[in-house]
């Protein structure tokens, strides 16, 4: 089968067998989605890519001291992934400490797309919708008022992966469907720049209907009001993060205030509602990602705390981020220390943040 024949691929490649199996994986992955509509995959050959499908150099390039779990370890968590999805609702109401356990510890690649489409409910809604979408693509595009928006943002979003490259290739052609069906079926929210990213990453790893039905979920379940026209969702959130800054790191807290980077908004805001998919490195925003459709929109708040944490947590880090054009750079864009996968959610983990600290702080924030 195919399993047996990735974990053969990998024996044979040694340390670099788990990097290339997951190429190999994505890429078939593609095809098949590609030849089911009758058209043909095109990549660009000469120009290298990691494991992710990413052409240009990033962040996370996988030669920095990011970890390669070995070959055998990938089964084995393969094997308990494949078993839970098989018995799901079991697990979710008898063991859901031990799913979200296993969230943790990151989702296996080639099962990332099912489990978020469990984990967030969102193959129940597709079942229960089976003709909703398709109805939405074939709906004319002059009744779309969104449209003009969508495709002026399709060249913007991961022009740097291999799948939204080509300007109206199948990566580019499915974002715009999932983005117009989606402006269709929530004529309330429409369209919101940030959703572009969080599609194009779904579409990273399941066919387009599944994404809709994912970013259907997203807006519904775990941000709510994030997309709206007044953004009230994302405000107060931002307001909440501030609260537990003071919390968690009075001195951050004190240098963000002395600097006038005090309103989280000036970067909470890009973080949140793409879900870290523009900050962080890509290892991480999937490790994010797993973790957030298990656990939800308190791990957005967490991982935050934690990049504040990296870049920020010491009289030394504090020293270079002394203005705040440097303090609003250095959260946007991380510093190397970011790449530690492993360190980063080890430090995400050890947070002394808990969740009477949430109700704390909103408490807190309905009084004043």
């Known amino acids: 089968g195919v399993s047996s024949a990735s974990h053969w691929l990998a024996s044979v490649f040694s340390e670099r ?13 593609l095809l098949y989605r590609t030849l089911e509509k009758g058209g043909a995959l095109q990549m660009e050959d000469d120009i290298p890519t990691d494991r992710f ?26 094997n ?10 079991s697990w979710m ?30 193959q129940e809604r597709r079942k229960a919708n089976p003709v909703l979408y398709k109805q939405f693509l074939s709906t004319d595009d002059v009744e779309c008022p969104w449209l003009d928006s969508i495709d002026k943002d399709l060249h913007r979003t991961f022009p740097e992966h291999f ?12 974002l715009r469907n999932v983005l117009k069906a989606f402006s269709l079926y929530d004529t309330t929210i429409g369209f919101c720049q940030p959703m572009a990213p969080i599609v194009a990453t779904l579409l990273m790893h399941m066919p387009e209907e599944e994404a809709f039905w994912c970013l259907v979920m997203i807006c519904e379940k775990y941000l709510v009001g994030y997309y709206s026209p007044g953004l009230e969702g994302i405000k107060t959130d931002g307001k909440l993060f501030e609260r537990l800054i003071k919390m968690h790191n009075p001195e951050i807290a004190a240098h963000l205030v002395k600097y006038g980077a005090d309103d989280p908004l000036l970067y909470v805001c890009e973080w949140f509602t793409c879900i870290y998919c523009r900050s962080l490195p890509w290892n991480i925003v999937l490790r994010v990602l797993d973790m957030f459709f298990c656990d939800g929109v308190k791990v957005l708040f967490r991982v935050g705390l934690t990049i504040l944490d990296v870049t920020l947590g010491s009289p030394e880090k504090r020293a270079r981020c002394s203005d705040l054009l440097n303090i609003i750079t250095a959260l946007k864009s991380p510093s190397d220390a970011v790449l530690q996968e492993d360190m980063f959610f080890l430090q995400m983990e050890q947070l002394k943040i808990r969740d009477a600290d949430f109700v704390k702080a909103h408490l807190a924030l309905a009084i004043s």
């Open 17 to 29: 067998g788990e990097r290339i199996v997951a190429k190999l994986m994505f890429v078939a992955s």
């Open 53 to 78: 499908g990413f052409y240009r150099p990033r962040k996370d390039d996988l030669y920095r001291g990011i970890s390669v779990p070995n070959v055998e370890l990938i089964r084995k968590r393969e």
């Open 80 to 89: 308990k992934w494949r078993k839970m999805l098989d018995a799901w609702d």
């Open 93 to 122: 109401k008898k063991k859901h400490k031990k799913v979200k356990e296993r969230c943790l510890k990151g989702i296996p690649q080639s099962l990332r797309g099912m489990a978020y489409q469990y984990l967030c409910g969102s």
């Open 163 to 174: 799948l939204f490259r080509s300007e109206k290739g199948q990566g580019q052609s499915e």
